[in-house]
């Protein structure tokens, strides 16, 4: 149904290190989101894009940051990462306009920072 | 300030019982609910949405109530079956230039559906 792709799917690594989490859609949608999860809790929305080089942040703070260069594309990067990182990051796609809708969300990324 | 919340951590049902789900909301301005079903590791599966214009959706086994008054809803599962057991997540957004699509998510609640 939904075309959303989340690499890598786990990753270690140790403090200090840049990473960057992919995420593409090939469903031509505008609206991307980035979630952060950890067990037992809600899911924390900590960025958004409304479309082509249009950021936003989320409603959670985050030391992370992301791009949108390509319609499909929108990639997170933590610059040096922490323990205080280790979560589930969560991406999602809706389509167009500004009416609230379900969203589409990838198999997800889990980061662990030792 | 949780404007999702879903009360109870976890549940327990036998397999072919009703399973209901419960979630309350504090901002009025919601107008579009869902649920979400997830597996540790995974991402969220889309299950059931309603529009604050109606009070009840169904699709197959699911039902999902809305009671604008009370700002609750809930999710019924019948027959419920050991494949549901996951956890499931209410969610809410408001219909505006600003926040159309942005999820507010509540806990979650873990479904146990026992044979």
């Known amino acids: 149904e939904a075309d959303i792709y989340q690499t890598p799917r786990y990753l270690v690594i140790g403090t200090g290190k840049k990473i960057t989490l992919e995420c593409s859609q090939t469903m031509g949608h505008d609206k991307m989101y980035w979630y952060q999860q950890d067990p037992g809790m809600e899911l924390h929305l900590i960025h958004y894009?409304?479309?082509?080089?249009?950021?936003e942040k989320g409603d959670l703070s985050s030391e992370s940051t992301v791009s949108r260069i390509r319609t499909e594309h929108f990639p997170l990067t933590l610059e040096s990462a922490r323990p205080s990182h280790t979560s589930q990051y969560l991406c999602?796609?809706?389509?167009?306009?500004?009416?609230?809708?379900?969203?589409?969300f990838g198999s997800g990324t889990q980061l662990s920072v030792l | 300030d949780q404007q999702v919340k879903q009360n109870s951590p976890s549940l327990s049902v036998q397999e072919g019982r009703i399973s209901i789900l419960n979630c309350d909301y504090t901002?009025?301005?919601?107008?579009?609910f869902l649920w979400y079903k997830k597996y540790p590791a995974e991402g969220p599966t889309f299950l059931i949405s309603?529009?604050?214009?109606?009070d009840k959706n169904e699709d197959g086994r699911f039902t999902v109530f809305l009671n604008k008054s009370a700002k609750h809803l809930s999710l019924h599962i019948v027959p419920s079956q050991p494949g549901d057991s996951a956890v499931y997540f209410c969610?809410?957004?408001?219909?505006?230039?600003?926040?159309?699509?942005?999820?507010?998510f509540g806990q979650g609640t873990e479904l146990s559906v026992k044979p």
């Open positions: 309603i529009s604050s214009i109606k």
């Open positions: 999602a796609s809706s389509g167009q306009g500004w009416v609230a809708e379900k969203l589409f």
């Open positions: 969610a809410a957004s408001v219909s505006n230039y600003n926040q159309g699509g942005k999820l507010i």
């Open positions: 894009s409304y479309g082509v080089n249009s950021t």
């Open positions: 901002n009025s301005m919601f107008d579009y």
